[in-house]
């Protein structure tokens, strides 16, 4: 657009005037006083005018270019009577041509002065490559206005860097304000539960009662009036509310500060309340709301309540659950659960038992209770099972050239010729697809059952037919004990069965010190009537010396973080177990001033990750960030294509995020 011959015109001047300067500088240093300052004097003078006629030749100049351009010739009638604003720019956007439309929007600047990200901040140069043709579309923000600029770079033959783009400005300022106002004003489900309910009642005085289930229903009521919810209470202890969009940011920015409030309410009970929030966004139908936000319910349960967890149609969201759960006193679900199974194993041609990859004995344990079960009922069961540790393999070694058990343990491979649509699948000690030995077993059968107490996870089992899921439960073996009890008034175990329920609940209890509650002894009492012998037990556990020695390299290459966290990196030696890491993990916290530690075991490629807390840290939601889980006190995590000590700095990064997240 501009003239380059009078642009070199007015260069050439402005080197005039500097050689007339240079002059009247030699001639004041010769002593000609009166011709040096004549000299410098018509210097200021010229480059004066020079500037000026400048200005004004550049103005006249443009407003000349502006009248030849928007009456061009007839070629160009269409695209100035275009009722869109349109301009012409080259590879570096440089302005080469605009319509009236496009003028109108700049009334005071001189657009042919201008590139035109002089003119729009946010217009993404690499838009106006030909690589980037037919249709780019991009949002252009001016003061108050939003254009949406769609952009058109025909291929030109030759020289790339000479192509030009079109580009059509619509003003979607008015739909833009619609659309940012039709999402704050969108609805979406809440339901809100309250935890353990008759346990919370039941822990009250009874004149305290009214007073609790009236301070409870008073903070869900403020939390939903305050952000203009409507509110339902469907159950003594259910609520449906629902909450237009715009109010969602402030919950989360807030970390949903209604448990809090909850958690506050004293009215002589003795067990904290709580509530569980699921929330469904972002579906095509209000149904389709409800359905996330039920999954979301489900969710927030079986991680153990006292939190918020949010589902749209991609993922699940989680905040709060800093706290540790509550057992339930009642077995009524053990009861019914032990009803239904019997039913499922009892019209199913065959049954095989599943646990989570690289098994222990919590796992193998609550398979030989199930295997009472079926024996019950006369269906034959199988484990699949190819990899487990030295405990397992301690308690299968007691197996050998023992009638009972022959081909009770099989492979994957001979699983998959085992498992049809008449075949019961019986997942115990977890409920993750991912963590499965080969979750392909799944897709032969429609029948699965899930029994389980670690917190949920989004990747859980699709459509089971049953579900045990206790995330208070101090393991899978105490579940199976108690659906043992409920299966036949004469029930009687093996001796060896016995034991190794009784196995798998001592380990993860770390010997009844860890998560462990009255139900808990109540199984153990149970099977120690069915002649579980306690040094027998404590002999599967035992370890050889060097398994000892290891376990303290482990202790001693201890870090301490934060003052009270201990990770320590195992050393590389293929002996390391991950039962020994987990030993590990427990022996730190013996450490005084230690309230949590960490144990890092590499395996070929991959990083298992032991996690332990003494419950003021949460170590299954640090862990959990890794892909891992767990419980408040114990967890794990497995990384897949990385270093021990690679995977500590991330583990680092994880426990001072949780740290940022819990900070008041």
Not at 6 to 17: G, H, P
Not at 116 to 127: A, E, H, P, T
Not at 196 to 221: F, G, H, R, W
Not at 570 to 596: C, F, R, W, Y
């Amino acid at each position: 657009m501009n003239n380059k011959k009078t642009e070199k015109f007015y260069i050439a001047n402005e080197l005039y005037v500097l050689a007339f300067v240079v002059l009247g500088i030699l001639m004041l240093m010769s002593n000609h006083y009166w011709l040096g300052i004549i000299q410098l004097v018509l210097s200021v003078v010229i480059f004066s005018l020079n500037l000026m006629f400048k200005h004004s030749s550049k103005k006249k100049i443009n407003t000349m270019i502006e009248k030849v351009t928007l009456s061009a010739n007839n070629n160009n009638d269409s695209l100035l009577s275009f009722p869109l604003p349109i301009v012409l720019l080259d590879s570096t956007g440089a302005i080469l041509w605009y319509n009236t439309q496009f003028r109108d929007i700049f009334p005071d600047k001189s657009i042919s002065e201008c590139e035109i990200q002089d003119l729009f901040d946010d217009f993404n140069l690499s838009l106006l490559s030909a690589e980037n043709n037919n249709g780019s579309v991009c949002e252009l923000k001016l003061d108050n206005k939003i254009y949406k600029a769609i952009c058109n770079t025909p291929q030109l033959a030759g020289d790339t860097d000479k192509a030009i783009t079109l580009v059509y400005l619509d003003d979607v300022t008015e739909i833009s304000e619609l659309r940012k106002k039709y999402i704050a004003e969108k609805v979406f489900s809440c339901f809100v539960t309250v935890d353990n309910y008759d346990e919370l009642m039941d822990s009250t005085p009874s004149s305290s009662v009214p007073q609790l289930q009236a301070e409870v229903y008073k903070v869900i009521n403020d939390w939903a009036v305050e952000n203009n919810g409507t509110l339902l209470k469907y159950e003594k202890d259910k609520y449906f509310i629902t909450f237009e969009y715009k109010y969602l940011e402030s919950f989360i920015k807030n970390k949903f500060d209604v448990l809090a409030k909850i958690r506050e309410i004293n009215a002589n009970n003795t067990i904290p309340a709580s509530i569980s929030i699921g929330i469904g966004l972002n579906g095509a139908t209000l149904p389709e709301n409800d359905y996330f936000a039920r999954n979301a319910l489900n969710m927030a349960l079986g991680r153990g309540g006292d939190q918020a967890v949010i589902k749209d149609n991609e993922q699940f969201r989680f905040y709060g659950s800093a706290n540790k759960e509550h057992e339930k006193s009642t077995r009524v679900k053990a009861r019914v659960v032990s009803f239904a199974l019997s039913g499922l194993i009892n019209n199913a041609e065959n049954v095989v038992v599943m646990t989570h990859k690289n098994a222990d004995i919590d796992g193998v344990g609550a398979a030989f209770g199930l295997l009472r079960i079926c024996r019950i009922h006369n269906t034959p069961m199988t484990i699949a099972m190819e990899t487990y540790d030295k405990t397992v393999a301690n308690v299968l070694s007691k197996l050998e050239n023992t009638e009972d058990y022959n081909g009770l343990v099989i492979s994957n491979e001979a699983a998959k010729d085992k498992i049809t649509q008449s075949t019961l699948v019986i997942l115990v000690d977890t409920h993750k697809v991912s963590l499965l030995e080969d979750p392909s077993l799944l897709d032969n059968t429609k029948q699965v059952v899930v029994i389980d107490h670690h917190r949920r996870n989004a990747d859980f089992v699709e459509h089971p037919a049953l579900v045990y899921h206790e995330p208070y439960a101090s393991s899978a073996c105490e579940m199976v004990t108690e659906i043992l009890q409920y299966t036949s008034n004469k029930m009687s175990l093996t001796k060896f069965e016995a034991e190794a329920l009784y196995s798998g609940i001592v380990v993860d209890t770390k010997n009844f010190t860890f998560k462990t509650g009255v139900r808990t002894f109540e199984a153990a009492s149970f099977l120690r009537k069915q002649g579980v012998d306690t040094i027998a037990v404590k002999t599967v556990f035992q370890q050889d010396l060097q398994t000892y020695i290891k376990r303290s390299e482990i202790i001693k290459n201890a870090e301490i973080i934060r003052n009270n966290i201990a990770i320590s990196i195992a050393p590389n030696n293929s002996d390391i177990t991950h039962t020994v890491m987990a030993q590990a993990a427990d022996e730190l916290l013996n450490i005084k001033g230690i309230i949590a530690s960490f144990v890092i075991l590499q395996t070929g490629n991959n990083v298992s990750i032991s996690g332990r807390s003494l419950g003021e840290i949460n170590v299954q939601v640090i862990l959990e960030k890794l892909g891992g889980g767990g419980h408040l006190t114990i967890a794990g995590a497995q990384l897949e294509n990385t270093s021990s000590s690679d995977a500590k700095d991330v583990l680092i990064e994880a426990v001072d995020n949780y740290y940022i997240e819990n900070a008041n």
